[in-house]
């Protein structure tokens, strides 16, 4: 089969259905090419929670992009200012986003949010992860995150589909492009193979939509280094890294930080922990600034309170990656049992071993005894308990020691004692390829390759290291619009 369009979008992810939103409201034709089958489609976006971090002057500002909850009247959700945004990319990814990038993410985020509302996209407040409940009974959002999608990842990939058919984009299923076809040097389409067979489609511009390379082993070895094999794979099992490669091939410019990625701490022990697509985003732990994180000789080897999990938690499965057997545990007491996340820590069948000691837990986990024991009572001697604990604030209730923790340290020691194994879950990686902020890919002296376009995953230089939360949505949707709006 042979077609030709005006734009082609390789990827229907979030970022590609936003590019193939804004060319069909100006009038082009379009087909996006989904890897994924009807039952595997969706990208990475499939599996997120659905948080977009954006601007907001606070509750007021957001009801008309929020569906009503009766909770509103006892919400608290403080502002969120351009300032903040952009001060937070720069702390997290330690001063190396690009800053034109940074600068049109933050500015231009909750027009996105509003416009893909008014194409029938649904967000909520974000109760279940970003609120805690104060003694008052109000409930008060903090970390800069407080909008999502209704149904999380599945509902905005549900939402994006049913978008799409309205404004006439054609999307096809199973399609694995592997050509990108060119002209002298420009690219004038894709080739692809399906259930059918081998197929091309020329256009007169091609989105890349297709995220990073984190599935392929091969690759996370490669650039992200050595060990990186052992990762698993959160999301989409499709994103290879073949069209960034076959960019490259072409004279395209590798953007951003190859050497990082977006990891987290992921049930190590479920079966079925990769590419989950029932469990999705559940499969993390993310209440660990609550407890203390020990690897398998029972010592502690990072700050679990340096901040809110919105700015630690997608650099931390890196640190767990290097320890011995890429394992560690999360541990916590009866007493703050209760305030982890539901949806994370009480599914049926997922990684937790329960004990009445400390040492009893030890023996369970296969962790030195003597060793895991001194480390909590250690920890446990170090809190300082006359600041009050406090997981709305950064606290600074700390244990002050050699490897301390900054905030929000409470004892170990009211059984039964609880641990659940994570190792890394490897997100996105954060390397693409250079483009302008429009999307357009470059090429090492600057010249745009003609014809071509990259955005989400596949564009890089917004991140290195770390990452807020919810910003990856938020530049797919800034950058997919902005790609979409000129191919």
């Given at each position: 089969?042979?077609?030709?369009?005006?734009?082609?979008?390789?990827?229907?992810?979030?970022?590609?259905?936003?590019?193939?939103?804004?060319?069909?409201?100006?009038?082009?034709?379009?087909?996006?090419?989904?890897?994924?089958?009807?039952?595997?489609?969706?990208?990475?976006?499939?599996?997120?929670?659905?948080?977009?971090?954006?601007?907001?002057?606070?509750?007021?500002?957001?009801?008309?992009?929020?569906?009503?909850?009766?909770?509103?009247?006892?919400?608290?959700?403080?502002?969120?200012?351009?300032?903040?945004?952009?001060?937070?990319?720069?702390?997290?990814?330690?001063?190396?986003?690009?800053?034109?990038?940074?600068?049109?993410?933050?500015?231009?985020?909750?027009?996105?949010?509003?416009?893909?509302?008014?194409?029938?996209?649904?967000?909520?407040?974000?109760?279940?992860?970003?609120?805690?409940?104060?003694?008052?009974?109000?409930?008060?959002?903090?970390?800069?995150?407080?909008?999502?999608?209704?149904?999380?990842?599945?509902?905005?990939?549900?939402?994006?589909?049913k978008a799409a058919a309205e404004l006439g984009t054609e999307?096809?299923?199973?399609?694995?492009?592997?050509?990108?076809?060119?002209?002298?040097?420009?690219?004038?389409?894709?080739?692809?193979?399906?259930?059918?067979?081998?197929?091309?489609?020329?256009?007169?511009?091609?989105?890349?939509?297709?995220?990073?390379?984190?599935?392929?082993?091969?690759?996370?070895?490669?650039?992200?280094?050595?060990?990186?094999?052992?990762?698993?794979?959160?999301?989409?099992?499709?994103?290879?890294?073949?069209?960034?490669?076959?960019?490259?091939?072409?004279?395209?410019?590798?953007?951003?930080?190859?050497?990082?990625?977006?990891?987290?701490?992921?049930?190590?022990?479920?079966?079925?922990?990769?590419?989950?697509?029932?469990?999705?985003?559940?499969?993390?732990?993310?209440?660990?600034?609550?407890?203390?994180?020990?690897?398998?000789?029972?010592?502690?080897?990072?700050?679990?309170?340096?901040?809110?999990?919105?700015?630690?938690?997608?650099?931390?499965?890196?640190?767990?990656?290097?320890?011995?057997?890429?394992?560690?545990?999360?541990?916590?007491?009866?007493?703050?049992?209760?305030?982890?996340?539901?949806?994370?820590?009480?599914?049926?069948?997922?990684?937790?071993?329960?004990?009445?000691?400390?040492?009893?837990?030890?023996?369970?986990?296969?962790?030195?005894?003597?060793?895991?024991?001194?480390?909590?009572?250690?920890?446990?001697?170090?809190?300082?308990?006359?600041?009050?604990?406090?997981?709305?604030?950064?606290?600074?209730?700390?244990?002050?020691?050699?490897?301390?923790?900054?905030?929000?340290?409470?004892?170990?020691?009211?059984?039964?004692?609880?641990?659940?194994?994570?190792?890394?879950?490897?997100?996105?990686?954060?390397?693409?390829?250079?483009?302008?902020?429009?999307?357009?890919?470059?090429?090492a002296d600057g010249t745009h390759l003609a014809g071509l376009?990259?955005?989400?995953?596949?564009?890089?230089?917004?991140?290195?290291?770390?990452?807020?939360?919810?910003?990856?949505?938020?530049?797919?949707?800034?950058?997919?619009?902005?790609?979409?709006?000129?191919?």
């Open positions: 089969m042979h077609s030709s369009v005006d734009v082609v979008v390789v990827g229907g992810g979030n970022a590609g259905f936003c590019a193939a939103h804004a060319a069909r409201e100006r009038g082009r034709s379009v087909v996006l090419l989904e890897r994924g089958d009807v039952g595997m489609a969706g990208g990475n976006s499939y599996y997120t929670a659905g948080a977009t971090r954006i601007t907001h002057d606070g509750l007021d500002d957001l009801v008309d992009v929020v569906e009503p909850d009766e909770r509103h009247a006892a919400t608290v959700v403080p502002p969120y200012t351009a300032q903040e945004y952009r001060a937070d990319l720069e702390k997290v990814t330690e001063g190396r986003t690009d800053p034109a990038m940074a600068d049109t993410v933050v500015a231009e985020a909750a027009a996105g949010v509003r416009w893909l509302k008014g194409l029938g996209l649904r967000y909520r407040l974000m109760y279940e992860r970003q609120a805690y409940e104060r003694p008052d009974g109000t409930l008060l959002f903090w970390g800069g995150l407080h909008v999502g999608n209704v149904d999380g990842g599945v509902g905005l990939i549900e939402d994006h589909t999307v096809r299923y199973g399609a694995r492009v592997h050509d990108l076809l060119t002209d002298d040097d420009r690219v004038v389409g894709v080739r692809y193979t399906d259930a059918a067979g081998t197929h091309e489609v020329r256009a007169e511009s091609v989105v890349i939509a297709s995220g990073g390379f984190e599935s392929s082993p091969e690759l996370r070895e490669r650039y992200l280094g050595t060990g990186w094999a052992n990762a698993k794979v959160r999301g989409t099992p499709f994103n290879d890294g073949a069209l960034l490669l076959a960019a490259l091939e072409l004279g395209a410019a590798r953007g951003g930080d190859w050497s990082t990625a977006h990891s987290v701490q992921w049930d190590a022990f479920t079966p079925q922990n990769e590419s989950n697509r029932e469990l999705t985003n559940r499969l993390t732990r993310q209440s660990y600034p609550l407890g203390i994180i020990v690897n398998r000789e029972g010592r502690r080897f990072l700050d679990e309170g340096a901040d809110f999990r919105n700015y630690t938690y997608a650099k931390y499965g890196a640190r767990i990656l290097a320890q011995p057997g890429a394992v560690a545990y999360q541990l916590f007491d009866a007493a703050l049992r209760p305030q982890l996340r539901a949806e994370e820590y009480e599914m049926p069948g997922i990684s937790e071993v329960v004990a009445d000691s400390v040492e009893e837990l030890a023996a369970a986990l296969g962790i030195p005894v003597d060793a895991l024991s001194a480390t909590v009572a250690d920890f446990n001697a170090a809190v300082d308990r006359d600041v009050p604990f406090d997981p709305t604030v950064k606290d600074g209730r700390a244990a002050n020691l050699d490897v301390p923790k900054s905030n929000w340290a409470a004892p170990i020691e009211t059984a039964p004692f609880y641990a659940y194994p994570v190792t890394c879950g490897i997100t996105f990686t954060f390397g693409g390829l250079q483009g302008d902020l429009d999307g357009r890919v470059l090429r376009f990259a955005c989400g995953e596949a564009l890089g230089g917004l991140f290195s290291a770390n990452y807020p939360g919810g910003t990856g949505l938020a530049a797919g949707i800034v950058f997919g619009r902005r790609a979409g709006a000129v191919a």
